[in-house]
């Protein structure tokens, strides 16, 4: 624990499983208090139970309900403030169909239900958390909103309709936020994996060795430099778990790791005339 980190209040969506689990135990170890939120009551008190730390704060809370930004208020009510906030949770294409990998299932065969819910949990509660939490950041000079997206080729994929365009309005959204707030000390940047990780979000049944898969710490290297003093000035850019060496100087890594939020290299900008007087 570091004096940078013993009072500064982290939040982790989807937080009792997964990549959400390896950030929140991440943060514990690194000195911050954590608010751990998850729709699976019995995973949290699991969780809570393993860690044992008054640092630790677990919240239930279905982030597809259009309240779901109630839940900042009570991190607020126990925890003071929230200087970190972590946006996970995700809702993936086992929703769909359990065998998804083998059978992809086509656009016009996901039900408008797990269209809007995917969207709800994957694009919408990225928008309500953040602006819940970000007017006390402006004020106290000082946050970090990480967004947790995927690779772009899920994002395009035939067969990933809706988590790949859901995951990608996060991506979108990433990019404007961190224009709204640039100067403000609040910085917006995203961590993707970059590749299949093992995860609960992949059935068992998945056709993959799960030692295979990349492993959830992927997210530790980057998520630390974040919220270290070094990311102070860093916002707008994604960052790579796989692609960041953790034999070179972290500020290196995070160059060799990251690139800008979005499609900036790949897209042409539209023409945008000047103002008229």
Do not use: C
């Not at 699991?46 to 930004?69: C, H, M």
């Not at 988590?163 to 404007?176: M, Q, R």
């Not at 778990?241 to 034999?247: A, F, R």
């Amino acid at each position: 624990m570091t004096q940078e980190t013993s009072d500064r209040v982290a939040l982790v969506t989807g937080g009792a499983h997964g990549l959400g689990l390896s950030m929140t135990l991440g943060l514990l170890e690194r000195g911050f208090r954590v608010a751990a939120v998850d729709r699976d009551a019995a995973g949290l008190d699991a969780l809570k139970q393993k860690v044992g730390s008054t640092r630790l704060e677990i919240f239930t809370a279905d982030l597809s309900l259009p309240d779901a930004a109630k839940v900042i208020q009570q991190v607020e009510g126990a925890l003071g403030r929230v200087d970190v906030l972590v946006n996970n949770a995700g809702i993936g294409q086992g929703q769909v169909r359990p065998d998804y990998h083998r059978n992809p299932p086509r656009f016009f065969e996901v039900t408008p239900e797990q269209w809007a819910r995917a969207i709800a949990v994957n694009a919408s509660a990225v928008f309500l958390l953040s602006r819940a939490v970000v007017e006390p950041m402006i004020a106290r000079r000082w946050g970090r909103i990480i967004n947790i997206t995927t690779s772009l080729g899920t994002m395009i994929r035939g067969g990933w309709t809706p988590y790949g365009p859901s995951k990608a309005s996060a991506e979108a959204l990433s990019a404007v936020m961190a224009g709204d707030l640039a100067g403000t000390g609040v910085t917006v940047n995203v961590i993707v994996p970059g590749g299949i990780v093992n995860t609960p979000m992949i059935p068992a049944d998945a056709p993959f060795a799960r030692e295979a898969l990349v492993q959830p710490d992927v997210m530790l290297p980057p998520l630390y430099w974040l919220v270290s003093q070094a990311g102070d000035e860093v916002t707008g850019r994604r960052f790579l778990g796989t692609n960041w060496d953790k034999s070179l100087d972290p500020a290196l890594a995070a160059e060799k790791a990251g690139a800008p939020i979005g499609w900036r290299d790949l897209a042409v900008l539209p023409v945008t005339p000047s103002f008229s007087a």
